[in-house]
């Protein structure tokens, strides 16, 4: 497995977060959704009926990443809810890391049992 860099998993905390607050729309537009859409997102989260809530600190220890071809991480991230704590939800991105350093981390789906 990957090791995760520190801007990345501050990213991927954000995007949680948004997902959390149901500010689907902030999150469009930090261009973080990727291929994902506002609407796809929004009813897979309704579907789930569970409430969102902020990572936890221990969500990194059981985040996942993997490198990819052309430079890229893929992170898998167990998201958490108000009712059962650890979800079966799955939040995933991508991150892609440029020659200076910076990463873009785009959500690349949202994974539903």
């Known amino acids: 497995m990957a090791t995760i860099p520190d801007d990345v998993w501050q990213r991927i905390t954000n995007i949680a977060a948004l997902l959390a607050a149901g500010d689907l729309d902030s999150l469009e537009a930090t261009g973080e959704t990727g291929r994902c859409r506002k609407d796809d997102l929004k009813r897979r989260i309704a579907e789930y009926g569970r409430t ?28 958490w809810t108000a009712e059962e704590g ?21 959500l690349h789906d949202l994974l539903v049992p």
Do not use: H, I, M, N
């Open 86 to 106: 650890r979800s079966d939800l799955t939040l995933q991105v991508v991150g892609v890391g440029s020659d200076g350093g910076a990463w873009t981390v785009v």
């Open 52 to 79: 969102l809530v902020a990572l936890p600190a221990e969500a990194r220890a059981v985040a996942e990443a993997f490198d990819r071809p052309g430079g890229e991480l893929l992170v898998d991230v167990p998201l």
